[in-house]
């Protein structure tokens, strides 16, 4: 057997010894864990894992390597991957590179080999924490020192945001949306390229104004990394346009949505990430199982006295899944409609935000 190369140590002084791929680099970040069985390429490129070491409990990783089609952002910002047991040798007639050639060229560092059991039952008893991947031989006291000096980051979704305006145009359109980049996915714009929309991704700190002068017919506020009440810009953006236009956020677009109406958010112990989780839309009693990222949470009870109403609720905790306001135009929801790999139940929350729209287009003709 050979010996370790790398390690990890957790903000608790517990460290795991394991084998290195992707890039061979020192990083500390907040470790979370992923309960997906499937979606890897989606998770490791969504941006919303930026400055966050991910911890897979699905044990085999890599064994369908990546393909070019399947990026959720163009340059990957997670801050490193641990799983069980990684394959180098993918098989699927569409990949075109290993998992591991594509962290190291994103510089991602990756650590095999460990008990990803054990490190989930720690997250979920204890908490998300801060940890550190290094060189198996760097000096105990000197590993723990930096994690627990880390600080996390405040300015993740200035840093993911695109830094100027860009268009997803589709043939035979019928409506115009811009969509606030707080690290959006892709498959959220191929979906309202799908229903015809075409799309302007804008910066995160774009101003109400400049939203208005693109003449918009809906207003989309994207997902992304970190505490919703960093973005103020977005959700100053949301105060000024609710009720102008028709308004649709998800996941961190709806935790922002939800602060510019007077609600309040939370840090969850260790968030939502997977993709089984289940909620009820609570006006049609269904359930939908749900692919989920987060760390902060809407608080159901600060919605009492907004114009907010509960549309959604997570059955394993209770956490608010989804808000509306009629009078204002605007709804969203905490989880991803969009996800893939992950169920489809939810796709219809798209076609609530085209039939908003052409609500307000027949009213404005």
């Excluded at 490129?45 to 991910?54: A, F, I, N």
């Excluded at 890599?62 to 993918?90: A, F, H, K, Q, S």
């Excluded at 104004?209 to 693109?214: A, Y």
């Excluded at 049609?284 to 809407?298: C, D, F």
Aim: proline share 5%; charged share 25%.
């Amino acid at each position: 057997m050979k010996p370790y190369n790398k390690k990890i140590v957790l903000e608790n002084g517990q460290e795991f010894y394991g084998y290195g791929f992707g890039a061979d680099k020192e990083a500390v970040n907040e470790i979370v864990f992923n309960t997906s069985m499937v979606g890897y390429q989606e998770i490791i490129s969504d941006p919303s894992y930026t400055d966050q070491m991910v911890c897979m409990t699905y044990p085999l990783i890599g064994n369908y390597g990546v393909t070019d089609e399947d990026y959720e952002t163009r340059i990957p910002t997670m801050g490193g991957l641990i799983v069980r047991e990684y394959n180098d040798l993918p098989s699927n007639f569409r990949y075109t590179k290993t998992l591991s050639e594509v962290l190291d060229e994103y510089d991602i560092p990756g650590i095999s080999g460990v008990d990803t059991r054990m490190i989930t039952r720690i997250i979920r008893d204890e908490g998300s924490q801060k940890v550190m991947i290094c060189d198996a031989d760097v000096p105990y006291e000197e590993a723990l020192k930096k994690v627990r000096e880390y600080v996390i980051p405040t300015d993740m979704v200035s840093r993911v945001s695109c830094k100027k305006r860009w268009y997803s145009r589709t043939p035979n359109h019928k409506y115009d949306v811009v969509a606030i980049d707080c690290g959006i996915k892709h498959n959220i714009i191929r979906k309202l390229n799908e229903k015809g929309c075409n799309v302007t991704v804008v910066p995160y700190n774009t101003t109400a104004e400049e939203i208005l002068n693109m003449r918009p017919d809906g207003l989309f506020l994207s997902n992304g990394p970190g505490n919703p009440e960093d973005v103020q810009e977005v959700i100053g953006v949301v105060r000024e346009l609710k009720g102008k236009l028709p308004i649709f956020g998800i996941c961190l677009g709806h935790q922002m949505i939800s602060l510019a109406l007077g609600a309040k958010t939370f840090k969850m112990k260790f968030g939502h990430r997977g993709g089984n989780h289940p909620v009820m839309n609570l006006s049609s009693g269904k359930i939908e199982i749900t692919s989920q990222n987060h760390s902060y949470a809407v608080d159901v009870n600060s919605l009492e006295g907004t114009p907010l109403s509960l549309t959604h609720k997570n059955l394993l905790d209770d956490t608010a899944e989804g808000v509306k306001s009629e009078e204002n135009k605007l709804f969203s929801v905490q989880y991803h409609p969009e996800s893939a790999p992950g169920p489809q139940d939810s796709a219809y929350l798209f076609d609530e935000f085209i039939a908003l729209m052409e609500k307000e287009v027949g009213q404005n003709a």
